[in-house]
């Protein structure tokens, strides 16, 4: 059964920092991995979608990377503001299931 | 740019009373889907709709839950007779194509909280 997390839970930054988001799978049969954003209260936006065959994706000031054999993926973000402040989820898409959530990373980013 | 939208934003109701959730996926979007996430908690799959029919379900989607498509434009989530644990925030999601296929992006609504008291 496909296992998904995410390190750090936590992560508090000064505005303007770079920094990276990690999330972690157990099984390498996937599809394709989302990343999300969740403000508090609110639903998922979806960021970026990665496909199986693909390594990278950007968008703006986000890039995600995919190492499906080893089972990871990254979000990183560039020049950190503090509107950047949410909860980061991922979410794999194993063969034979539905998406699978990962907990959060939750960021602050102070100004 | 379309999106999911969902209604009530927020619903207080009595255990064993029935719920019904509402959401309208985006227009030309064929898949349907609801997830849930009880406070501080991962989000959960409960099922996925194709073709006006579940194509998959997990668990926790018993048979207190029922799902609907009544017309061209709404999807519903019907809880029959709620209990404490489904206290959680209830969000409806869609896609234009299946997940496995290269575009299966899912887009969520804001969600649907629901207070079981």
């Known amino acids: 059964k496909q296992e998904v997390t995410q390190i750090p839970a936590a992560l508090s930054v000064p505005e303007g920092e770079n920094l990276v988001l990690n999330c972690s799978f157990t099984d390498s049969a996937i599809y394709n991995l989302q990343w999300f954003r969740q403000d508090p209260g609110k639903g998922l936006t979806s960021l970026l979608l990665?496909?199986?065959?693909?390594r990278e994706q950007t968008s703006g000031r986000l890039n995600a990377s995919l190492d499906k054999s080893s089972g990871r993926s990254t979000l990183y973000i560039a020049a950190s503001q503090p509107g950047d402040s949410a909860t980061y989820l991922c979410a794999v898409r194993p063969h034979g299931q539905n998406f699978v959530f990962g907990p959060g990373t939750r960021l602050s980013v102070l100004p | 740019e379309p999106e999911v939208t969902q209604t009530p934003s927020h619903q207080v109701t009595q255990m064993g009373q029935e719920v019904i959730l509402r959401c309208v996926p985006i227009?030309?979007?064929?898949?349907f889907y609801w997830y849930r996430q009880i406070l501080g908690q991962k989000v959960e799959f409960l099922v996925s709709?194709?073709?006006?029919?579940?194509?998959?379900k997990s668990e926790i989607f018993d048979d207190q839950f029922s799902v609907e498509r009544p017309d061209g434009s709404n999807f519903t989530l019907k809880i029959r007779s709620t209990k404490l644990e489904d206290s959680a925030m209830y969000f409806c999601?869609?896609?234009?194509?299946?997940?496995?296929?290269?575009?299966?992006?899912?887009?969520f609504g804001e969600g649907s909280r629901l207070t079981v008291l």
């Open positions: 999601a869609s896609s234009a194509t299946g997940l496995a296929a290269l575009t299966g992006e899912l887009f």
């Open positions: 227009s030309n979007h064929l898949y």
């Open positions: 990665i496909q199986s065959s693909q």
């Open positions: 709709f194709y073709n006006n029919e579940i194509s998959e």
